[in-house]
């Protein structure tokens, strides 16, 4: 069974930086793609960053390009995302998300992933 568990979100004033991290068990972690996306309330779902199995490839969502990076360590089982220069716009709840899939590529669309945490809140506020 695929299970996920996202760690590191809080309250963090603006200009300050985060670090999330996604640990995933019951899975053979280099055989996923992995995204990281956050919704905010009343609003949809959105990618912030995905990255390939191998971590080679990565893409990130236009309002957060420059700011954040995301990583994995497949030895670790886990996936990051560093959030850097935050501001009251990146509070929502931010979720990891996987997908089987060894392409050289990520995917921007949440309907691409079949396997998702229960989210971590990341408040941006002074």
């Known amino acids: 069974q695929v299970q996920m568990a996202e760690s590191g979100g809080g309250l963090v004033q603006p200009g300050g930086s985060l670090r999330l991290s996604c640990t995933a068990s019951?899975?053979?972690?280099?055989?996923?793609?992995m995204g990281w996306f956050r919704q905010a309330p009343g609003k949809e779902r959105e990618v912030v960053s995905c990255i390939s199995w191998s971590g080679g490839n990565t893409l990130y969502g236009d309002s957060v390009e420059g700011r954040f990076n995301i990583s994995r360590d497949n030895a670790k089982n886990t996936l990051y995302l560093q959030m850097n220069s935050l501001g009251p716009e990146d509070t929502a709840m931010y979720y990891c998300?996987?997908?089987?899939?060894?392409?050289?590529?990520?995917?921007?669309?949440?309907?691409?992933?079949?396997?998702w945490g229960q989210g971590t809140q990341v408040t941006v506020s002074s």
């Open positions: 998300a996987a997908v089987k899939n060894k392409g050289p590529w990520c995917y921007k669309s949440p309907y691409e992933y079949d396997y």
């Open positions: 019951g899975v053979t972690f280099d055989d996923y793609t």
